[in-house]
């Protein structure tokens, strides 16, 4: 079952640079509580049109540390990952049912504003997409269009080294993003997201175009963000998998989760026999 492709260059989110701001016009969530998992769902079904991507899909992610979404391709995991921050509201054919709870709030209530809600929870997409802009002007985009009334300066550069670019980069940022290499976009991009310091970050397949040096300096990357930010990641490396996360949820071919666990129990002894076939590569 495939998934619709949308045009990542027109969707690419950017997070709030006030870590409270509200979800709503009049409503603030609550904040995380302290042991509660962040990003809460529960029975959640994905259609496009009458075709079911996702079935009854309830798990709980915790917070500032990494979720791997693993499974064969069109198996749902970039349809739930979309989910957590509507993204698939741009697609038309889309429709969800069941609860998906972010700081304990329902992402679909009618008075939570998805703008609002993206700014809290940035993506970084499969292909590097920096602006057409410079370097500095890809990473500060998301804290002009926000009013951020802080340092900037200060600001490009924390978010330039958090995402471990900044000695690459710091005597050229005002030559165009579009000129560094692709690990190094990706990189941009992440510096990009993190710069106005949202909660969660979803990541889907961030270093499947990449070399493997470059995907080597991604997981360090995301390794030192899960320190500060929640990180959802889709992959379908199963060795990155092991390597960078603390969980693991496994999607099947039905959109279905069969099994959510810490990662070294799903890698090393999983309850499911369809899992370990899976992670044996017996299929898919």
């Not at 899909?57 to 957590?84: H, N, Y």
């Not at 993204?87 to 069941?98: C, K, Q, S, T, V």
């Not at 998906?100 to 504003?113: A, E, G, I, R, T």
């Not at 039905?254 to 990662?263: A, S, Y």
């Amino acid at each position: 079952m495939s998934e619709p492709e949308t045009d990542t260059d027109s969707t690419e989110t950017v997070a709030s640079p006030t870590p409270g701001s509200n979800l709503s016009a009049g409503n603030t969530a609550s904040g995380s509580l302290i042991d509660e998992p962040i990003i809460k769902s529960r029975n959640v079904n994905v259609f496009y049109n009458e075709t079911q991507a996702l079935e009854d899909i309830t798990m709980d992610i915790p917070e500032k540390q990494v979720t791997a979404l693993i499974g064969p391709s069109g198996c749902g995991k970039s349809t739930f990952l979309r989910c957590i921050n509507r993204m698939n509201d741009l697609i038309p054919a889309a429709r969800i049912e069941g609860e998906l709870l972010f700081s304990n709030k329902n992402v679909y209530d009618d008075d939570v504003d998805p703008v609002a809600l993206r700014r809290k929870i940035g993506m970084v997409f499969q292909q590097p997409n920096p602006f057409p802009k410079s370097i500095y002007d890809n990473v500060a985009y998301g804290l002009n269009i926000q009013g951020y009334e802080g340092d900037i300066d200060q600001r490009v550069e924390e978010a330039l080294k958090g995402a471990a670019l900044w000695d690459e980069v710091k005597d050229q940022l005002d030559e165009s993003g579009l000129e560094l290499s692709g690990g190094q976009q990706q990189r941009l991009c992440i510096a990009r997201a993190i710069a106005p310091d949202p909660e969660v970050i979803l990541m889907d397949e961030p270093a499947s175009a990449l070399d493997p040096v470059a995907t080597s300096q991604i997981e360090d990357l995301i390794a030192d963000i899960s320190e500060q930010y929640t990180v959802v990641i889709v992959t379908h490396n199963m060795q990155q998998a092991a390597r960078i996360s603390d969980k693991t949820a496994v999607f099947l071919t039905g959109g279905e989760l069969v099994e959510f666990d810490d990662t070294q129990k799903i890698f090393e002894n999983p309850d499911n026999q369809r899992v370990e076939d899976y992670i044996t590569g017996k299929f898919g």
